[in-house]
């Protein structure tokens, strides 16, 4: 069973469209997250959600939205894609807080935005 | 504030010798430090962290780490490489006493030669 799943693995889409990507944990996990990997592999915080709950707002363009609907999914909204959105996007999960708690990473959502 | 900085943004060894990867990092705070790894086209998972315990940290594949306060380094070790250990690897620092900082750094991609 996979842990932390992510769908879609790859998204292609034109600049100005909405899209979605939806994380589940099965993890029992209080803890959710998504970051963005860019082409240099460099990986960032966007967004971190504890029992429901934004923990982590880091600065990141508002058409980026991330919704929690349940401690199990965080599912991130972009809107009007920009070719700079083009990137692999990973959710990960933690028991508790990142201080302290290992995070389970999903395989990625690779978007390109044509 | 607090940084990571992975010294090296490559490091090819040969299989059957050591490896060192080096991360150094600033804190205000008492520091979780982890170091997670990165195949290619794959999430990221965890080696081993550091969160106040024993400073020597062992991990999963044979690597460990030492936390050197006084050096602010948190190196990452094995003492013989295997063609397996190709990847990208990530030292992340967090805060214990605050909840909402998590720092990636630029990732060191290990190269192992036959």
């Known amino acids: 069973d996979t842990a932390v799943s992510q769908t879609p693995k790859y998204l292609v889409t034109q600049m100005g469209n909405d899209k979605s990507i939806k994380c589940e944990q099965n993890l029992g996990h209080d803890t959710m997250y998504w970051y963005k990997q860019d082409s240099k592999k460099f990986l960032k915080i966007m967004f971190s959600?504890?029992?429901?709950?934004?923990?982590i707002n880091e600065t990141v363009p508002n058409r980026f939205s991330p919704k929690s609907p349940d401690k199990a999914h965080l599912n991130l909204h972009i809107n009007s894609l920009e070719l700079g959105d083009s990137a692999v996007y990973f959710c990960a999960s933690s028991l508790g807080l990142p201080g302290i708690d290992t995070q389970y990473f999903g395989p990625g959502t690779r978007l390109t935005v044509l | 504030a607090q940084s990571v900085t992975q010294l090296d943004s490559h490091v090819s060894v040969s299989e059957g010798t050591p490896v060192l990867l080096r991360c150094n990092y600033s804190?205000?705070?008492?520091?979780?430090l982890f170091w997670y790894v990165q195949h290619p086209n794959k999430g990221l998972q965890l080696l081993l962290k550091?969160?106040?315990?024993?400073?020597l940290v062992k991990g999963i594949n044979g690597f460990e780490a030492e936390f050197k306060k006084s050096e602010t380094s948190f190196h990452l070790t094995k003492p013989s490489a295997h063609m397996s250990d190709a990847a990208e690897y990530f030292c992340v620092v967090t805060l214990r006493n605050r909840d909402d900082k998590i720092i990636f750094g630029k990732g060191t991609r290990l190269h192992i030669l036959p």
């Open positions: 959600y504890n029992n429901k709950e934004l923990i």
């Open positions: 804190s205000s705070y008492s520091p979780s």
């Open positions: 550091y969160t106040s315990a024993a400073t």
